[in-house]
């Protein structure tokens, strides 16, 4: 059981790494980042990997640090509303893929959409706060822009993305597509 604190330790820390680089692949474009979604790639494949418990501390802490870092996003109503929106993506999708009963590819969608859902409300609700505490208005419209039609490039690469590493992941072996405490993980556990 250690091991596999150990390792989803260290998973974690590289998918917070890879969430602090990944943005570059944009040029720091805001536009072009809020249309590819690249800190959300490895929110999810952190929570389904190690699990929610992992991957919600990681997700809420990396808008927030790349912010403080690197000044994009930035920190106020921005890189506030994605710690709260990438929390909950972490939280839906690592929940739900660990307690289905089978861990397959069509889970990993059932997962990776409810947590998109769930994480574009809670995002929504956030950027409402956080711009109504400053006086601004947060409308309807600016909601469906902000969380659907500017994100649909975004939201396409991870339904295609996410699911193909996973799916790599378990045929090299390296993250089968299992529950975690299965008897026969244990045993591949304390094989290795």
Not at 41 to 65: D, K, N, R, S, T
Not at 97 to 107: D, F, S, V
Not at 170 to 191: A, Q
């Amino acid at each position: 059981m250690k091991k596999i604190h150990i390792r989803n330790l260290a998973l974690t820390g590289l998918f917070m790494s890879i969430g602090l680089v990944l943005p570059f692949l944009t040029g720091q474009i805001p536009e072009i980042g809020n249309m590819l979604l690249p800190m959300h790639i490895p929110v999810f494949l952190c929570a389904l990997i190690c699990g929610w418990q992992y991957g919600l501390p990681m997700a809420f802490v990396l808008p927030l640090l790349r912010s403080l870092i690197f000044g994009m996003p930035p920190l106020y109503p921005t890189a506030l509303s994605m710690a709260f929106e990438l929390a909950t993506y972490a939280f839906v999708a690592g929940l739900l893929y660990g307690l289905a009963k089978k861990q397959n590819i069509l889970t990993v969608y059932y997962s990776i959409i409810a947590a998109m859902i769930a994480g574009r409300l809670v995002w929504g609700a956030a950027q409402a706060t956080f711009l109504g505490i400053g006086g601004k208005p947060f409308t309807f419209s600016a909601f469906l822009s902000g969380a659907l039609l500017n994100a649909i490039p975004g939201i396409i690469i991870q339904l295609i993305l996410i699911p193909a590493v996973l799916f790599a992941l378990d045929r090299s072996g390296l993250v089968p597509f299992k529950r975690p405490g299965k008897p026969e993980e244990e045993t591949t556990e304390t094989e290795e």
